[in-house]
């Protein structure tokens, strides 16, 4: 370690092949930059829950200071934590959880109450509290991940409680991907003539929806719903018109890095901080792209 970096801090991203992540890892290295006592290791998992473990355990052997990790999904990547929990070094879990809470701090979206956002909007796109109704596609994101099932009961307890909303499919994951999204979606619009509203669980997989519904000659009669809101992905396709709405997931790249060079200074953090959310649609998109140089 070069002398003048007194902390070494390891970074265990699950895979860079989806956008959201690339933004994630910008974030965190941007925010490293301005902490010249800080040396960043980065790993990619490159989406495989082996590697990524393997990647942990590389980053333990290598002594840091703090790991920041996240884990491609919850079951796979809790005993490698443990592992490092166990070995001392302050772990903070960034996204998507693990099934400890023996870590240092959780920094993160609040995932259900984003699935709730969406879910009350969804209602109000067909029709309204009580009247709402329609055909529903959800497409979830990797059913072994916090995220995707907090998005999904937050959406639900809205949009059950409405007897005119019918959902079309059960528990299908798009593993947070456009194409398989795209696929998914094919096969509902050929199984399903009329279809009102698709949820994505992120923004390409209700991006992908789109394109498909596109490609059959329906997507003028279907709402898109995703979730992320990167200015250059989903608030451009909302923008567009293509997407009705996404909710903002804002990276935790570099508040996890502040966190947790907070507590390797002595000073105390929450257990939790959760990052702000907002809804954007039609309204506010084009100021959101100015905002950030588009
Ligand atoms: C990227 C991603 C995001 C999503 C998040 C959930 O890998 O799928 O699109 O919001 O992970 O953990």
Do not use: C
């Amino acid at each position: 370690m070069a002398q003048d970096k007194k902390w070494r801090i390891g970074f265990s991203q699950a895979t860079t092949i989806e956008p959201w992540r690339a933004q994630f890892n910008k974030d965190i290295i941007a925010e490293a930059a301005k902490h010249p006592e800080v040396e960043l290791i980065v790993t990619d998992g490159e989406d495989k829950t082996e590697k990524q473990v393997a990647d942990v355990e590389n980053l333990i052997r290598q002594e840091v200071n703090a790991l920041l990790i996240s884990p491609k999904e919850s079951a796979g990547l809790t005993g490698v934590v443990q592992q490092a929990i166990d070995a001392k070094i302050p772990v903070f879990v960034l996204d998507r959880n693990v099934e400890t809470d023996q870590y240092t701090q959780f920094v993160g979206g609040d995932n259900k109450l984003i699935g709730r956002a969406a879910g009350e909007y969804a209602v109000e796109l067909l029709g309204g509290k009580g009247k709402a109704q329609g055909n529903v596609v959800e497409i979830w994101g990797g059913m072994g991940t916090q995220p995707a099932h907090d998005r999904h009961d937050g959406f639900h307890e809205f949009t059950d409680k409405e007897p005119g909303i019918k959902q079309l499919l059960d528990q299908q994951s798009g593993d947070w991907k456009q194409d398989q999204a795209y696929n998914i979606m094919a096969t509902a619009l050929r199984n399903n003539e009329k279809i009102d509203l698709v949820y994505g669980h992120n923004d390409p997989m209700a991006y992908g929806a789109y394109l498909a519904a596109k490609d059959a000659g329906r997507e003028k009669d279907i709402k898109f719903i995703g979730i992320d809101a990167l200015p250059g992905e989903g608030v451009t396709w909302v923008n567009n018109g293509e997407l009705t709405a996404t909710f903002l997931y804002a990276t935790p790249g570099a508040e996890g890095l502040r966190q947790a060079l907070k507590f390797l200074n002595g000073e105390k953090v929450e257990k939790t901080v959760t990052l702000d959310t907002m809804k954007v649609t039609k309204e506010n998109a084009g100021q959101i792209m100015k905002d950030n140089g588009l």
